[in-house]
T-cell receptor
């Protein structure tokens, strides 16, 4: 799986958009970009994933650059409950047993009142 | 639906003792996984299963064994606990290769 690079920490004002960047310059053509978050010491929570097109769901938007070497997770209106560690993960999405999430250290997002 | 549940929530063991962690899911998921998370680190995959009766090694399998006798349950065993196995253990499940749903975790301390 391709390696990802994320900033260690970020701050965001409550109500503003939180933009979390991720670099994955060695990503291959059939690897997906997944985002999970972990609030305090709870189990990680799936947020969104994508291959090459931008994606949006009820939680967030995922913007993937045209060359797929980087992506940005956007939380449109951050709340205090969005304070968490956010993990960007690149992984294959095919074949039995090949879907293995490799978690790095992620980005600690602090939403400030 | 309860989702993914883990038993127990906390446990303290002495070096050399054995124990089994139980993970149960009620979503009829094919895939199940065991991860460990050490302080300040991301999760690391220990073992996983792609269906009832099958298991496979992940990134850090040494010192652990697993079994998947029923589709809804995935057991993680420590035969002879070591202080290096002090960690938070998370179980997850997924429908084939879709998003993984995680349990609340088990905090294990080995003295």
């Amino acid at each position: 799986d391709a390696k990802t690079t994320q900033p260690t920490s970020m701050d965001c004002a409550e109500g503003r958009a939180a933009n979390l960047p991720c670099n994955h310059s060695t990503i291959s053509g059939n690897e997906y970009v997944y985002w999970y978050r972990q609030i305090h010491s709870q189990g990680p929570q799936y947020i969104i994933h994508g291959l090459k097109n931008n994606e949006t769901n009820e939680m967030a938007s995922l913007i993937i650059t045209e060359d797929r070497k980087s992506s940005t997770l956007i939380l449109p209106h951050a709340t205090l409950r969005d304070t968490a560690v956010y993990y960007c993960i690149v992984t294959l999405y095919s074949g039995a047993g090949s879907y293995q999430l490799t978690f790095g250290k992620g980005t600690k997002l602090s939403v400030i009142p | 639906n309860a989702g993914v549940t883990q038993t127990p929530k906390f446990r303290v063991l002495k070096t050399g003792q054995s124990m089994t962690l139980l993970c149960a899911q009620d979503m009829n998921h094919e895939y199940m996984y065991w991860y460990r998370q050490d302080p300040g680190m991301g999760l690391r995959l220990i073992h996983y299963s792609v269906g009832e009766g099958t298991t496979a090694k992940g990134e850090v399998p040494d010192g652990y064994n697993v079994s998947r006798l029923k589709k809804q349950n995935f057991l993680l065993g420590l035969e002879s606990a070591a202080p290096s196995q002090t960690s938070v253990y998370f179980c997850a499940s997924s429908w084939r290769n879709n998003e993984q749903f995680f349990g609340p975790g088990t905090r294990l301390t080995v003295l």
